[in-house]
Every structure is written in C-alpha cells, then in structure tokens.
C-alpha cells in the first residue's frame, strides 16, 4: 500500500484504523487516544484514513485467508446508512469462521444472488447451505443449482440447502459488531464509511479467528502485516 503523499507516518494511519474498525472506539475517541501520543489530528482525518485504507487491507486478507469448512451459514441483518435501512449479507461457516459479506440495497434474490456469487469466488463452492426462512434467498440458491445442473457441474456436487432455525444462530449471533459500531455511529453516514468499517471490522474478526496472517505472531501485527 502506498503511504507517500500523507503528512503522518505509516504506523499512526494504520493505528487509527485498526482502533476504529476493531473497537468501540468513536473517531473523536481515536482522536485523544493519539493526541495523548503527541499526535494532533483531526476526528474527519482519520475518517478519510478509514475509508480509503480498510477495503484496501480488506482486500489483501482476501487474497491470504485460510479455507473455510464447505458447510455454510447464511443470513442477512438490517444496517442504517443516512438513515435509511440496507441489508448485510454474511455468511460463516460451521465453526464459525468468517466466509464472506455483502452490503445491498435491497433484499431480494438478485442481491442474494450478488452475495452467494461473491463468497464462492474466493471460498469454492459449499457443499451444504443453512439458511433461515427467506424466500429470495432460498430462490437464489435454487437457481444456482439449476444452473450448476445445466453446466455439467453437477456430476461434482450440487448444493444442499437446509432450513433448520437452530443450525442458523451461529451467524445471526455473529452479526453483533457490526450491529453495535452501527449503534455507537448512529447510523452511518455515507455508504463508503459503512462498507470501509465493515471490511476493517470483518478482517479483524478473521485475525482474531486464526483465518488471516502468520499465527505465531500478535493479532495486533497480523493487522499491520497487511499494509506491507
């Protein structure tokens, strides 16, 4: 990643993106954290780090993390972005290990659809689908499979979609970060903040899951590790 061109180093813009994407901590708060430090910089400042940079190292542990099992949990939740409701999409798996997410407008099967589409492009293709009593998303599900079907890819696996309420709590459970930075925000402002904390939030998880980097090391420089 390149830094040049920034008036503060390295270190402190990957600190005060890290603070903010990994924990309950307010721009303003990252603010005095760093003026304790002898850094003097602005909450708005460390906003724009924010939202260039997390779906930079977002990205990067993309590239690096570990396979996921092929049984999958699939849900979505509601998320306040300038004051209207959108829909993240996330899914981890078995054990709980973070597959993928997806912010949509809508909630319908072409977002469904998006989402699936993204996750498999990184993880493959699960074997076994656990969904909740959503329509769109058992459709879109349906149709890959048609698709699968008609391709050939079948003689592979086709995948199986199973709705049972308990298998799913695992991820529902999950969505609690996300839930409460939003809470703690008031909702959003813009969609680039929204989707910039949730790529930062989401690599932090999978660090601290063992999914991202060298696992000899701290999380803290797994994080760091990623603007190399």
């Known amino acids: 990643m390149d830094f040049s061109g920034y008036q503060h180093p390295k270190d402190i813009i990957l600190l005060a993106v890290r603070y903010y994407t990994s924990y309950k901590?307010?721009?303003?708060?990252?603010?005095?954290?760093l003026a304790?430090?002898?850094?003097?910089?602005?909450?708005?400042?460390i906003n724009?780090?924010?939202?260039?940079?997390?779906?930079?190292?977002?990205?990067?542990?993309?590239?690096?993390?570990?396979?996921?099992?092929?049984?999958?949990?699939?849900?979505?939740?509601?998320?306040?972005?300038?004051?209207?409701?959108?829909?993240?999409?996330?899914?981890?798996?078995?054990?709980?290990?973070?597959?993928?997410?997806?912010?949509?407008?809508?909630?319908?099967?072409?977002?469904a659809q998006a989402f699936l589409s993204k996750a498999i492009n990184t993880n493959g293709l699960p074997e076994?689908?656990?969904?909740?009593?959503?329509?769109?998303?058992?459709?879109?599900?349906?149709?890959?499979?048609?698709?699968?079907w008609l391709s050939g890819a079948f003689m592979l696996s086709l995948i199986q979609v199973v709705d049972i309420k308990y298998l799913n709590n695992i991820v529902e459970q999950s969505h609690g970060p996300i839930k409460q930075k939003m809470y703690q925000a008031l909702g959003w402002k813009s969609v680039e903040g929204a989707t910039a904390t949730m790529s930062g939030q989401e690599v932090w998880t999978q660090i601290k899951r063992g999914q991202v980097g060298d696992?000899?090391?701290?999380?803290w420089e797994r994080f760091y590790a990623l603007a190399a």
């Open 25 to 33: 901590f307010s721009y303003r708060d990252i603010e005095e954290i």
């Open 48 to 111: 724009r780090w924010v939202i260039k940079f997390g779906p930079m190292i977002e990205s990067k542990a993309r590239q690096i993390k570990r396979p996921v099992s092929s049984s999958w949990r699939m849900d979505e939740t509601y998320i306040k972005i300038k004051g209207e409701w959108w829909y993240y999409y996330r899914a981890v798996d078995k054990f709980g290990d973070v597959v993928d997410f997806y912010l949509s407008k809508e909630r319908d099967e072409k977002a």
């Open 128 to 148: 076994k689908m656990v969904i909740d009593k959503s329509g769109a998303n058992a459709l879109a599900l349906h149709n890959m499979n048609v698709n699968l």
């Open 36 to 45: 304790e430090r002898g850094s003097h910089i602005d909450h708005s400042i």
């Open 215 to 219: 696992l000899s090391l701290p999380v």
